[in-house]
T-cell receptor
């Protein structure tokens, strides 16, 4: 079975500061991992995904995530936060098939001017 | 480039009423699914389909029905609405069911309130 835990339901950083959103997963098989972003009143869109190729994955809008098997983590980072990054972010892991993708409970990112 | 289209965007229902949330995709995706999003709970899978004529239950299927008569459409029916079904509903699709990390594409959501 697969599961994913996002540490921190709300993260607040200053504009220009480092963004770090934490995600830990549990999987009995090699996982595929995703980060999705949801802007207010919109659907989810893919930021990046890990599919067993390079462990450091680069996504859109300057975000990246590193797959660390030893730590069962897939944390999302961005070196310098921008006001437009304010949104909710979801980490997800596939189960036995893509139909069983499991989402974390989400982390709301706020950016302080 | 429409992607995944959901209607209606907003709906208020009275307890006991029935309704259908429509979902259509124009990407020839085999796999479609419905999720509900509730505060602090992430997205929970309601029903999914791996192709026309094939549907299956997800984590929270009670009170909902689906059908998949065509590749493009995957409507979600609420049989007798209850206040516990007040939520935001998302339809999603991807190319196939395979566990190869296919990207899932989401619609923009349907806000449903049951009073």
């Amino acid at each position: 079975a697969q599961s994913v835990t996002q540490l921190g339901s709300h993260v607040s950083v200053s504009e220009g500061a480092l963004v770090l959103l934490r995600c830990n997963y549990s999987s009995s098989v090699p996982p595929y991992l995703f980060w999705y972003v949801q802007y207010p009143n919109q659907g989810l869109q893919l930021l990046l995904k890990y599919t067993s190729a390079a462990t450091l994955v680069k996504g859109i809008n300057g975000f990246e995530a590193e797959f660390k098997k030893s730590e069962t983590s897939f944390h999302l980072t961005k070196p310098s936060a921008h006001m437009s990054d304010a949104a909710e972010y979801f980490c997800a892991v596939t189960g036995s098939s893509a139909s069983k993708i499991i989402f974390g409970s989400g982390t709301r990112l706020s950016i302080r001017p | 480039n429409a992607g995944v289209t959901q209607t209606p965007k907003f709906q208020v229902l009275k307890t006991g009423q029935s309704m259908t949330l429509q979902c259509a995709q124009d990407m020839n995706h085999e796999y479609m699914s419905w999720y509900r999003q509730d505060p602090g709970m992430g997205l929970r899978l309601i029903h999914y389909s791996v192709g026309a004529g094939i549907t299956d239950q997800g984590e929270v299927p009670n009170g909902y029905n689906v059908s998949r008569s065509t590749t493009e459409d995957f409507p979600l029916r609420l049989l007798s609405a209850a206040p516990s079904q007040t939520s935001v509903y998302f339809c999603a699709s991807s190319y196939s069911q395979s566990s190869s990390g296919n990207t899932i594409y989401f619609g923009e959501g349907s806000w449903l309130t049951v009073v």
